[in-house]
Nanobody
């Protein structure tokens, strides 16, 4: 069974940067897609960034130009580099993988951006 384990998030000031990583068990190269979702208090979980098996990426409009998703199949890791962080980026961030038709989730990690 595939497992996803996120790195610890943290507290950062507005304008700062943070990089999240996600370690996957299993062969990442066989995953259809991976990505990061986030959920803020009282809000629905939203897709932040996605990287497909062919390497194409998608971002929610609110993070375009600030966040970058990447993957290293050799290390079984996917990353989310977050720059120019804003207080509205505060949320629990979840690593996600799509394997055939199955969604796999990490346990989530808190990111808090102070103003």
């Amino acid at each position: 069974q595939v497992q996803l384990v996120e790195s610890v998030g943290g507290l950062v000031q507005a304008g700062g940067s943070l990089r999240l990583s996600c370690a996957a068990s299993g062969r990442m190269s066989s995953f259809n897609a991976m990505g990061w979702y986030r959920q803020a208090p009282g809000k629905r979980r939203e897709l932040v960034a996605r990287i497909n098996s062919g390497g194409s990426t998608n971002y929610v409009d609110s993070v375009k130009g600030r966040f970058t998703i990447s993957r290293d199949n050799a290390k079984n890791q996917v990353y989310l580099q977050m720059n120019s962080l804003k207080p509205e980026d505060t949320a629990v961030y979840y690593c996600w993988a799509l394997i055939i038709f199955n969604n796999v989730w990490g346990q989530g990690t808190q990111v808090t951006v102070s103003s």
